[in-house]
């Protein structure tokens, strides 16, 4: 089992930047990988950006490809996502994700960009 705590959202102008941390609990070693996914309503839920344990692999969207950079400080459990260049279609609730053989999920963050 892991434990995942999502923070860092909130309102910014349009062109501002939000650093959203995740901090995983439990099971922590048995991860594949670590993601950030939003989902606005109406929508499904996308997966923004990946990254991997072992590897150190990184994948994102393309929508957020060169603006958003997902990291991870292993020493504290804990995966960013430093979002720049927000625009207002980045407006989303962000939810934290873990595999490990099946996907733990945080309780979302919302992130509210205005123009």
């Known amino acids: 089992q892991v434990q995942l705590v999502e923070s860092g959202g909130g309102l910014v102008q349009a062109g501002g930047s939000l650093n959203l941390s995740c901090v995983a609990s439990?099971?922590?070693?048995?991860?594949?990988?670590m993601a950030w996914y939003r989902h606005t309503p109406g929508k499904q839920r996308e997966l923004v950006a990946q990254i991997f344990s072992k590897s150190g692999t990184v994948n994102y969207a393309h929508s957020v490809r060169g603006r958003f950079a997902i990291s991870r400080d292993s020493a504290k459990n804990t995966v960013y996502l430093q979002m720049n260049e927000l625009k207002p279609e980045d407006t989303a609730v962000y939810f934290c994700?873990?595999?490990?053989?099946?996907?733990?999920w945080g309780q979302g963050t919302k992130v509210t960009i205005s123009s």
């Open positions: 439990g099971d922590i070693f048995r991860i594949s990988f």
């Open positions: 994700n873990a595999f490990m053989g099946k996907d733990f």
